[in-house]
Protein backbone atom coordinates (compact mmCIF):
# COMPACT_ATOMS: atom_id res chain seq x y z
CA UNK A 1 0.00 0.00 0.00
CA UNK A 2 1.31 3.60 -0.43
CA UNK A 3 0.42 6.57 1.31
CA UNK A 4 0.55 9.91 -0.37
CA UNK A 5 -0.88 13.67 0.10
CA UNK A 6 -2.68 16.19 -2.46
CA UNK A 7 -1.01 19.77 -2.84
CA UNK A 8 -2.42 22.32 -5.03
CA UNK A 9 -0.13 23.13 -7.81
CA UNK A 10 -0.07 27.02 -6.14
CA UNK A 11 1.66 25.33 -3.28
CA UNK A 12 5.39 26.09 -2.95
CA UNK A 13 6.15 21.85 -2.12
CA UNK A 14 5.97 20.10 -5.32
CA UNK A 15 8.20 17.45 -4.34
CA UNK A 16 6.88 13.47 -4.84
CA UNK A 17 8.70 10.27 -3.67
CA UNK A 18 7.96 7.02 -5.09
CA UNK A 19 9.11 3.55 -4.35
CA UNK A 20 8.68 0.48 -6.74
CA UNK A 21 11.26 -1.22 -4.39
CA UNK A 22 12.30 -0.39 -1.01
CA UNK A 23 14.20 2.80 -1.82
CA UNK A 24 12.37 6.47 -2.11
CA UNK A 25 13.55 8.62 -5.08
CA UNK A 26 12.73 12.27 -4.45
CA UNK A 27 11.96 14.45 -6.94
CA UNK A 28 10.02 17.78 -8.29
CA UNK A 29 7.84 16.89 -10.74
CA UNK A 30 5.17 14.02 -11.52
CA UNK A 31 7.19 11.57 -13.72
CA UNK A 32 5.15 9.84 -16.52
CA UNK A 33 5.28 6.42 -15.74
CA UNK A 34 3.68 6.94 -12.42
CA UNK A 35 0.31 6.01 -13.59
CA UNK A 36 -3.12 6.05 -12.51
CA UNK A 37 -2.68 2.41 -10.92
CA UNK A 38 -0.92 4.14 -8.07
CA UNK A 39 -3.73 6.25 -6.97
CA UNK A 40 -6.84 5.68 -5.73
CA UNK A 41 -9.54 5.37 -7.95
CA UNK A 42 -10.92 8.58 -7.86
CA UNK A 43 -7.84 10.54 -9.23
CA UNK A 44 -6.06 9.79 -12.79
CA UNK A 45 -2.76 10.92 -14.10
CA UNK A 46 -4.38 14.12 -14.72
CA UNK A 47 -5.65 15.23 -11.73
CA UNK A 48 -2.11 13.75 -10.13
CA UNK A 49 -0.14 16.43 -12.39
CA UNK A 50 -3.22 19.09 -11.97
CA UNK A 51 -2.75 18.83 -8.52
CA UNK A 52 0.87 17.76 -7.53
CA UNK A 53 1.79 15.26 -5.20
CA UNK A 54 3.66 16.33 -2.60
CA UNK A 55 4.62 12.87 -0.83
CA UNK A 56 4.25 8.87 -1.70
CA UNK A 57 5.84 6.63 0.79
CA UNK A 58 5.93 3.02 0.23
CA UNK A 59 4.98 1.11 3.52
CA UNK A 60 7.16 -1.36 2.77
CA UNK A 61 10.37 1.13 3.16
CA UNK A 62 11.00 1.01 6.77
CA UNK A 63 14.62 0.43 7.13
CA UNK A 64 16.90 3.48 8.68
CA UNK A 65 20.35 4.10 6.50
CA UNK A 66 23.62 2.99 7.33
CA UNK A 67 24.63 3.94 11.07
CA UNK A 68 27.62 3.66 13.00
CA UNK A 69 26.51 0.71 15.12
CA UNK A 70 26.30 -1.65 12.17
CA UNK A 71 29.71 -0.56 11.06
CA UNK A 72 30.86 -0.88 14.28
CA UNK A 73 29.60 -4.24 14.85
CA UNK A 74 30.69 -5.40 10.86
CA UNK A 75 34.72 -3.84 12.02
CA UNK A 76 34.66 -5.94 14.80
CA UNK A 77 33.02 -8.83 13.57
CA UNK A 78 35.63 -8.64 10.84
CA UNK A 79 38.87 -8.69 13.34
CA UNK A 80 37.26 -11.00 15.78
CA UNK A 81 36.36 -13.37 13.04
CA UNK A 82 33.34 -14.39 15.50
CA UNK A 83 29.79 -13.29 16.26
CA UNK A 84 29.57 -14.28 19.80
CA UNK A 85 32.78 -12.69 20.70
CA UNK A 86 31.91 -9.20 19.00
CA UNK A 87 28.12 -9.34 21.21
CA UNK A 88 30.55 -9.60 24.24
CA UNK A 89 32.68 -6.55 23.43
CA UNK A 90 30.03 -4.70 22.66
CA UNK A 91 27.56 -5.89 25.30
CA UNK A 92 25.32 -6.76 22.83
CA UNK A 93 23.71 -9.91 22.49
CA UNK A 94 24.82 -12.10 19.57
CA UNK A 95 20.79 -11.86 17.53
CA UNK A 96 21.38 -7.99 17.91
CA UNK A 97 24.71 -7.70 16.23
CA UNK A 98 23.29 -10.63 13.52
CA UNK A 99 20.46 -8.13 12.98
CA UNK A 100 22.78 -5.43 12.47
CA UNK A 101 24.75 -7.30 9.82
CA UNK A 102 21.57 -8.15 8.14
CA UNK A 103 20.34 -4.98 7.76
CA UNK A 104 23.64 -3.22 6.90
CA UNK A 105 23.93 -6.45 4.14
CA UNK A 106 20.73 -5.56 2.64
CA UNK A 107 21.30 -2.09 2.67
CA UNK A 108 24.51 -2.31 0.78
CA UNK A 109 23.00 -5.05 -1.47
CA UNK A 110 26.07 -6.62 -0.59
CA UNK A 111 27.06 -9.96 0.79
CA UNK A 112 29.85 -8.93 3.63
CA UNK A 113 30.81 -12.44 5.29
CA UNK A 114 31.66 -15.71 4.21
CA UNK A 115 30.11 -18.04 7.16
CA UNK A 116 32.10 -20.97 8.45
CA UNK A 117 31.57 -23.96 11.10
CA UNK A 118 34.84 -22.63 12.67
CA UNK A 119 35.04 -18.60 11.66
CA UNK A 120 33.59 -15.82 9.74
CA UNK A 121 35.56 -14.47 7.25
CA UNK A 122 35.06 -11.58 4.85
CA UNK A 123 33.92 -11.99 1.31
CA UNK A 124 35.10 -10.31 -1.55
CA UNK A 125 33.33 -7.15 -1.29
CA UNK A 126 33.08 -7.19 2.56
CA UNK A 127 37.00 -6.79 2.02
CA UNK A 128 36.14 -3.81 -0.19
CA UNK A 129 33.88 -2.14 2.21
CA UNK A 130 35.78 -3.08 6.00
CA UNK A 131 38.41 -0.35 4.54
CA UNK A 132 36.02 2.44 4.37
CA UNK A 133 34.15 1.53 7.31
CA UNK A 134 37.23 0.96 9.53
CA UNK A 135 38.07 4.52 8.75
CA UNK A 136 34.62 5.83 9.62
CA UNK A 137 34.43 4.09 12.70
CA UNK A 138 38.01 5.38 13.53
CA UNK A 139 36.90 9.02 12.74
CA UNK A 140 34.28 8.29 14.60
CA UNK A 141 36.19 7.37 17.84
CA UNK A 142 38.69 10.36 16.88
CA UNK A 143 35.74 12.74 17.44
CA UNK A 144 34.08 10.94 20.46
CA UNK A 145 37.89 10.95 22.29
CA UNK A 146 38.35 14.67 21.29
CA UNK A 147 35.27 15.80 22.96
CA UNK A 148 34.29 13.49 25.65
CA UNK A 149 36.34 14.28 28.15
CA UNK A 150 35.69 18.43 27.27
CA UNK A 151 33.14 18.79 30.56
CA UNK A 152 34.10 15.64 32.84
CA UNK A 153 32.10 17.42 35.51
CA UNK A 154 28.97 16.63 33.85
CA UNK A 155 30.17 12.50 33.40
CA UNK A 156 27.17 10.86 35.04
CA UNK A 157 26.67 7.52 35.76
CA UNK A 158 23.19 6.47 37.29
CA UNK A 159 22.75 3.54 39.43
CA UNK A 160 19.98 0.88 40.49
CA UNK A 161 21.00 -0.83 43.77
CA UNK A 162 19.32 -3.80 45.76
CA UNK A 163 19.57 -3.37 49.40
CA UNK A 164 22.68 -5.82 49.77
CA UNK A 165 25.03 -4.69 47.19
CA UNK A 166 23.49 -1.36 47.65
CA UNK A 167 24.43 -1.46 51.35
CA UNK A 168 27.49 -4.07 51.55
CA UNK A 169 29.35 -3.70 48.30
CA UNK A 170 28.63 -0.49 46.44
CA UNK A 171 29.60 2.23 49.14
CA UNK A 172 32.80 0.61 48.68
CA UNK A 173 33.06 0.21 45.00
CA UNK A 174 32.51 3.89 44.85
CA UNK A 175 34.88 5.28 47.12
CA UNK A 176 38.02 3.37 45.50
CA UNK A 177 36.58 3.85 41.88
CA UNK A 178 35.85 7.73 42.52
CA UNK A 179 39.69 7.76 43.78
CA UNK A 180 40.37 7.03 40.17
CA UNK A 181 37.86 8.77 38.13
CA UNK A 182 37.57 12.12 40.20
CA UNK A 183 34.81 13.81 37.85
CA UNK A 184 32.37 11.07 37.22
CA UNK A 185 29.38 11.28 39.43
CA UNK A 186 27.06 8.48 40.78
CA UNK A 187 23.15 9.14 41.05
CA UNK A 188 22.25 5.76 43.21
CA UNK A 189 18.45 5.07 43.28
CA UNK A 190 18.01 2.17 45.55
CA UNK A 191 15.11 -0.81 45.34
CA UNK A 192 14.53 -4.40 45.64
CA UNK A 193 16.33 -6.93 42.56
CA UNK A 194 13.39 -6.62 40.94
CA UNK A 195 13.43 -3.23 40.35
CA UNK A 196 16.50 -3.10 39.77
CA UNK A 197 16.10 -5.46 36.44
CA UNK A 198 13.45 -2.86 35.35
CA UNK A 199 15.40 -0.01 35.79
CA UNK A 200 17.75 -1.64 33.64
CA UNK A 201 15.49 -3.26 30.86
CA UNK A 202 13.50 0.68 30.56
CA UNK A 203 16.50 2.76 30.60
CA UNK A 204 16.31 4.64 33.48
CA UNK A 205 19.61 3.34 35.03
CA UNK A 206 22.90 2.41 33.43
CA UNK A 207 23.83 -0.38 35.44
CA UNK A 208 22.34 -2.23 38.15
CA UNK A 209 23.51 -4.30 41.29
CA UNK A 210 21.37 -7.16 42.66
CA UNK A 211 20.95 -10.39 44.21
CA UNK A 212 18.78 -12.99 41.34
CA UNK A 213 18.17 -12.98 38.18
CA UNK A 214 15.03 -12.53 36.64
CA UNK A 215 14.11 -13.60 32.78
CA UNK A 216 13.64 -10.10 31.70
CA UNK A 217 14.14 -9.54 27.73
CA UNK A 218 17.44 -6.99 26.83
CA UNK A 219 19.14 -7.36 30.05
CA UNK A 220 22.58 -9.05 30.93
CA UNK A 221 23.42 -10.56 34.24
CA UNK A 222 27.53 -10.43 35.09
CA UNK A 223 28.53 -12.23 38.24
CA UNK A 224 31.00 -10.57 40.53
CA UNK A 225 30.59 -11.46 43.88
CA UNK A 226 30.05 -14.55 45.79
CA UNK A 227 27.25 -13.91 48.39
CA UNK A 228 26.81 -16.89 51.42
CA UNK A 229 23.58 -16.54 52.55
CA UNK A 230 22.62 -18.30 56.13
CA UNK A 231 20.28 -18.38 58.61
CA UNK A 232 19.21 -16.07 61.21
CA UNK A 233 18.39 -16.43 64.48
CA UNK A 234 18.00 -14.87 68.31
CA UNK A 235 20.75 -15.41 70.43
CA UNK A 236 18.46 -17.34 73.64
CA UNK A 237 19.20 -20.32 74.83
CA UNK A 238 16.64 -22.00 72.37
CA UNK A 239 18.72 -21.61 69.43
CA UNK A 240 21.89 -22.14 70.90
CA UNK A 241 20.84 -25.57 72.09
CA UNK A 242 19.43 -26.46 68.46
CA UNK A 243 22.46 -24.85 67.32
CA UNK A 244 24.48 -27.44 69.14
CA UNK A 245 23.82 -29.90 65.98
CA UNK A 246 23.88 -27.71 62.82
CA UNK A 247 23.64 -30.58 60.27
CA UNK A 248 20.13 -30.85 61.44
CA UNK A 249 18.06 -28.03 60.11
CA UNK A 250 14.59 -30.23 60.10
CA UNK A 251 13.30 -27.84 63.00
CA UNK A 252 13.22 -24.68 61.36
CA UNK A 253 9.89 -25.46 59.16
CA UNK A 254 7.90 -25.08 62.13
CA UNK A 255 9.48 -21.89 63.61
CA UNK A 256 8.19 -18.28 63.32
CA UNK A 257 9.55 -16.81 59.95
CA UNK A 258 10.47 -12.76 59.02
CA UNK A 259 10.36 -13.05 55.22
CA UNK A 260 11.54 -10.42 52.40
CA UNK A 261 9.17 -8.30 49.96
CA UNK A 262 8.94 -10.99 46.44
CA UNK A 263 10.86 -8.66 44.60
CA UNK A 264 13.74 -9.23 46.89
CA UNK A 265 17.13 -11.34 45.27
CA UNK A 266 17.36 -12.76 48.88
CA UNK A 267 13.93 -13.84 49.48
CA UNK A 268 13.60 -15.00 46.02
CA UNK A 269 17.29 -17.03 46.56
CA UNK A 270 15.77 -18.79 50.47
CA UNK A 271 12.71 -19.83 48.67
CA UNK A 272 15.19 -21.86 46.15
CA UNK A 273 17.25 -23.14 49.12
CA UNK A 274 13.86 -23.86 51.11
CA UNK A 275 12.39 -25.92 48.39
CA UNK A 276 15.86 -27.67 47.85
CA UNK A 277 15.56 -28.30 51.92
CA UNK A 278 12.05 -29.83 51.07
CA UNK A 279 9.96 -27.16 52.76
CA UNK A 280 7.59 -25.32 50.86
CA UNK A 281 7.81 -21.38 51.82
CA UNK A 282 4.04 -21.34 51.27
CA UNK A 283 3.75 -23.28 54.36
CA UNK A 284 5.79 -21.35 56.77
CA UNK A 285 4.55 -19.75 59.84
CA UNK A 286 5.15 -16.44 58.43
CA UNK A 287 5.25 -13.70 61.53
CA UNK A 288 6.52 -10.40 59.09
CA UNK A 289 7.12 -9.22 55.97
CA UNK A 290 10.15 -6.56 56.31
CA UNK A 291 12.12 -5.41 53.12
CA UNK A 292 14.35 -3.14 55.29
CA UNK A 293 17.77 -5.73 56.10
CA UNK A 294 18.45 -3.97 59.46
CA UNK A 295 14.61 -3.81 60.61
CA UNK A 296 14.70 -8.04 59.86
CA UNK A 297 17.87 -8.28 62.13
CA UNK A 298 16.64 -6.26 64.72
CA UNK A 299 13.59 -8.14 64.83
CA UNK A 300 15.43 -11.25 65.27
CA UNK A 301 17.34 -10.20 67.80
CA UNK A 302 14.23 -9.87 69.80
CA UNK A 303 13.03 -13.10 69.06
CA UNK A 304 10.41 -12.08 66.53
CA UNK A 305 11.18 -15.08 63.95
CA UNK A 306 13.93 -16.75 62.06
CA UNK A 307 15.28 -15.52 58.29
CA UNK A 308 17.52 -16.36 55.68
CA UNK A 309 19.72 -13.44 54.82
CA UNK A 310 22.89 -12.45 53.51
CA UNK A 311 26.26 -12.98 55.47
CA UNK A 312 27.49 -9.65 54.80
CA UNK A 313 24.14 -8.14 56.33
CA UNK A 314 24.47 -10.48 59.74
CA UNK A 315 27.93 -10.88 60.10
CA UNK A 316 28.22 -7.29 62.44
CA UNK A 317 25.39 -8.59 64.57
CA UNK A 318 26.70 -12.08 64.89
CA UNK A 319 30.00 -10.56 66.23
CA UNK A 320 28.19 -8.76 68.77
CA UNK A 321 26.26 -11.97 70.01
CA UNK A 322 22.68 -10.02 69.34
CA UNK A 323 22.12 -12.76 66.68
CA UNK A 324 23.16 -16.20 65.51
CA UNK A 325 24.27 -17.12 62.52
CA UNK A 326 23.88 -20.72 61.00
CA UNK A 327 24.87 -21.98 57.16
CA UNK A 328 22.01 -23.67 55.41
CA UNK A 329 24.54 -25.83 53.69
CA UNK A 330 27.95 -27.88 55.01
CA UNK A 331 29.76 -26.24 51.68
CA UNK A 332 27.83 -22.69 52.43
CA UNK A 333 24.66 -21.52 50.55
CA UNK A 334 25.90 -19.42 47.53
CA UNK A 335 24.17 -16.71 45.57
CA UNK A 336 26.04 -14.79 42.87
CA UNK A 337 25.62 -10.69 42.87
CA UNK A 338 25.24 -9.33 39.40
CA UNK A 339 25.71 -6.27 37.98
CA UNK A 340 23.02 -5.22 35.44
CA UNK A 341 23.59 -3.97 32.59
CA UNK A 342 21.14 -3.78 29.04
CA UNK A 343 21.72 -5.60 26.02
CA UNK A 344 21.03 -3.65 23.74
CA UNK A 345 22.60 -0.50 24.48
CA UNK A 346 25.97 -0.21 24.40
CA UNK A 347 27.38 1.27 28.23
CA UNK A 348 29.25 4.53 28.14
CA UNK A 349 32.90 4.74 28.22
CA UNK A 350 32.81 6.00 31.84
CA UNK A 351 30.49 3.26 32.89
CA UNK A 352 32.38 0.16 30.69
CA UNK A 353 35.39 1.60 32.74
CA UNK A 354 33.41 0.95 36.27
CA UNK A 355 32.50 -2.79 35.17
CA UNK A 356 36.25 -2.97 34.45
CA UNK A 357 37.01 -1.78 37.39
CA UNK A 358 34.34 -3.90 39.78
CA UNK A 359 35.56 -6.86 37.87
CA UNK A 360 39.11 -6.64 38.60
CA UNK A 361 38.79 -6.11 41.99
CA UNK A 362 36.44 -8.77 42.63
CA UNK A 363 38.40 -11.12 39.66
CA UNK A 364 35.10 -11.75 37.79
CA UNK A 365 37.01 -13.07 34.43
CA UNK A 366 33.44 -13.33 32.84
CA UNK A 367 33.11 -9.35 33.45
CA UNK A 368 36.60 -8.26 32.03
CA UNK A 369 36.85 -10.60 28.99
CA UNK A 370 33.25 -9.16 27.99
CA UNK A 371 35.00 -5.92 27.97
CA UNK A 372 38.34 -6.49 26.27
CA UNK A 373 39.14 -4.88 22.98
Partial sequence: MIEFSLLSSQGADRRWCVSR?????????????FNSHTLPPEYDARDQRKWGIRRFRAEVYKEKPVNLRQLEAF???????????????????????????????????????????KEVELSEDGQKIYLYAK???????????????ADEGTRQIVVSA??????YLLPEILAHFSRLSPNVEFRVNETDSRGVVSDISEHRAEI?????V????????????????????????KYRKKLEDPGDLSWIAAEPWILRGSGSGTQ???EKLLKEMGIDPSELHIVARINNTGAILLSVREGTGIAILSRLACEEAAKRKEIRMLP??????????????????????????????????????????????
Fill in 21 to 33: SSKPVWGGDVPDE
Fill in 75 to 117: VKIANNKSFSATAKEMYLTQPTISAYISKLEAELGRELFVRTT
Fill in 135 to 149: EIVELAEKLENEFSD
Fill in 162 to 167: SSIPGT
Fill in 208 to 212: GFCGT
Fill in 214 to 237: FGVKNVRYIPFFRDELVLAVPNTP
Fill in 268 to 270: REA
Fill in 328 to 373: LRKEGAFRDVNMVISSVNQPSESCKRLIKFVSARYSSGEAVNGLES
